[in-house]
């Protein structure tokens, strides 16, 4: 476990994956993240085995895992008074509190910045939404496929112009680069008030994640707004040495060579094909763009003269930037992973063991000790004895069903 953050104490009242992935971020950088999930239910992503959307017969609710691991999971019943009251008591002694909660279940359950701040002045107040906290759709709900994927143009930006449907966004994919960003925010609260006293609300939203993600287009789309910008598909590459070239057997490499007249020679040497050097038509970063067509033509035949394998083997001396393109199975082996520390393996309650992605911030050269999920309310007896209550206490709690 990382230490950068040992003695900051998180309290989450959030579910799903965009605002509790930040917390599990937290957690592997040494802070004491505490889940706080209702005690009948918890948080509705452990249904997803059961829902059946999560296969469940490898004993690994895998989308649960992903966002919760290394918290601790205390059971309280926000909806009653004396469940709100351990919260409030457990807020005490926190120095961020996390929500992702609508602003009208917020005031019910009395978690909003008002309430949180009546009982520690100090904490920093952290919401995740779908569409940011102003605005005439600030109460409404969403989830990354919707607020980050569809509604801030990615969806259609991933489309190829030829295809008649867009492509569709991957599991979680908004909601893991949101966790990120949000933790990066509270990380940058906490020096703040560090440095000033101030404590700061932190707002993190699906859609704005989802307009930093495609910053670059989303900008010059408005620039360009009416003019007939020139447009290139993967068969007229502007510069044919950046590019996906298919493989004998039906995989693909990806070449990045971004200085072409630098890097031609020596992909030409790699290819086996040096008579390209004396083609007039690929003569120089000029003449393949005029003639880009034939060149991708070209670079196409060669890649599917040989196998993946193959390929992957013979252009690890290449000079220029190149990669596999690999699947998500195959990242399990790569060389670069497993030397850095990327996949952490974890064992799960049912004894079945699993690989989970450590987050990718590393401080002093040192891969994230990553742990597993809790269980629903695994430790509500452990933290209210923090909090100085009494066994007789907490079972009278779990008795009135304020607590699990």
């Known amino acids: 476990m990382q230490d950068v953050l040992a003695?900051?104490?998180?309290?989450?009242?959030?579910?799903?994956?965009?605002?509790?992935?930040?917390?599990?971020?937290?957690?592997?950088?040494?802070?004491?993240?505490?889940?706080?999930?209702?005690?009948?239910?918890?948080?509705?992503?452990?249904?997803?085995?059961?829902?059946?959307?999560?296969?469940?017969?490898?004993?690994?609710?895998?989308?649960?895992?992903?966002?919760?691991?290394?918290?601790?999971?205390?059971?309280?019943?926000?909806?009653?008074?004396?469940?709100?009251?351990?919260?409030?008591?457990?807020?005490?002694?926190?120095?961020?509190?996390?929500?992702?909660?609508?602003?009208?279940?917020?005031?019910?359950?009395?978690?909003?910045?008002?309430?949180?701040r009546a009982r520690n002045p100090h904490a920093i107040y952290v919401r995740g939404s779908a569409t940011g906290p102003r605005g005439p759709e600030a109460g409404r709900g969403g989830f990354d496929g919707a607020s980050y994927w569809a509604r801030a143009s990615l969806a259609m930006a991933f489309k190829d112009p030829k295809a008649s449907w867009p492509v569709d966004q991957r599991p979680a994919f908004g909601d893991v680069l949101g966790g990120l960003t949000i933790a990066g925010g509270i990380a940058a609260a906490l020096v703040r008030r560090e440095r000033t006293g101030t404590p700061s609300v932190v707002d993190v939203s699906l859609l704005g994640m989802g307009l930093w993600s495609l910053a670059p287009e989303v900008t010059s789309a408005k620039l360009y707004e009416g003019i007939d910008i020139p447009t290139f598909d993967r068969d007229s590459i502007p510069n044919p040495l950046v590019g996906t070239y298919p493989t004998k057997d039906g995989r693909f490499i990806t070449i990045v060579l971004l200085q072409s007249d630098r890097f031609w020679p020596d992909l030409c040497a790699h290819l086996e094909r040096p008579d390209l050097l004396d083609d007039p038509r690929f003569a120089d970063a000029a003449a393949r763009f005029e003639h880009r067509r034939e060149c991708i033509e070209v670079l196409r035949d060669v890649f599917r003269t040989r196998t993946y394998a193959e390929w992957c083997d013979r252009l690890q001396t290449l000079q220029g930037v190149w990669a596999p393109m690999q699947t998500p199975l195959e990242v399990h082996d790569d060389p670069q992973v497993v030397a850095n520390g990327y996949l952490e393996t974890l064992t799960a309650t049912s004894g079945a063991e699993f690989a989970l992605p450590a987050n990718p911030v590393q401080f002093d050269e040192t891969a994230p000790a990553v742990r597993g999920a809790p269980e629903h309310g695994e430790h509500t007896d452990e933290v209210l004895l923090e909090l100085g209550l009494t066994y007789d206490e907490i079972i009278e709690h779990k008795v009135t069903g304020a607590a699990l």
Do not use: C
């Open 7 to 116: 003695g900051i104490r998180v309290v989450e009242v959030a579910a799903w994956t965009f605002v509790p992935i930040s917390g599990a971020v937290l957690a592997e950088w040494g802070a004491d993240v505490i889940k706080v999930e209702h005690p009948a239910h918890g948080d509705p992503q452990r249904g997803l085995v059961s829902s059946g959307l999560v296969p469940g017969d490898t004993g690994v609710n895998f989308m649960f895992e992903v966002p919760n691991r290394g918290k601790r999971s205390v059971g309280l019943d926000l909806s009653s008074d004396a469940g709100r009251e351990l919260l409030y008591r457990l807020v005490e002694t926190a120095d961020v509190f996390v929500t992702n909660h609508l602003p009208d279940v917020r005031a019910r359950l009395g978690i909003d910045v008002e309430h949180i």
